[in-house]
């Protein structure tokens, strides 16, 4: 069974910054991308961040100056550094594997979803 479990969110001023971690069990994580999305009420989930199972990263051009992914494969661990953080940026936040360990911006392509982390972004 696999299993991803996101941490990390909470209530953060603009332009501070947050850490949010995604811990995957049951499988072989190493091989599998891992993508972050984001979902605000009555909006699409959409597309963050992901980083392939080589360690390649690419992000949406909304964070991509702001934002950065990593990977620990010796821990099962994706992150997702958030910096200068901005109103816009309050949504619920999700990781998602793609067992075919590209990383795309497609979130079709993903098989497995965690549950979610909460981020706020007060003025």
């Known amino acids: 069974q696999v299993q991803l479990v996101e941490s990390g969110g909470g209530l953060v001023q603009a332009g501070g910054s947050l850490r949010l971690s995604c811990a995957a069990s049951?499988?072989?994580?190493?091989?599998?991308?891992i993508g972050w999305f984001r979902q605000a009420p009555g909006k699409e989930r959409e597309f963050v961040a992901a980083?392939?199972?080589?360690?390649?990263?690419f992000g949406a051009d909304s964070v991509k100056d702001r934002f950065a992914i990593s990977r620990d494969n010796t821990r099962n661990m994706v992150y997702l550094q958030m910096n200068n953080l901005k109103l816009e940026d309050t949504a619920v936040y999700y990781c998602?594997?793609?067992?075919?360990?590209?990383?795309?911006?497609?979130?079709?392509?993903?098989?497995?979803w965690g549950q979610g982390t909460q981020v706020t972004v007060s003025s």
């Open positions: 998602a594997a793609d067992a075919d360990g590209f990383g795309r911006a497609n979130k079709r392509a993903y098989e497995y």
């Open positions: 980083i392939s199972r080589g360690g390649s990263t």
């Open positions: 049951g499988w072989g994580f190493s091989a599998a991308a």
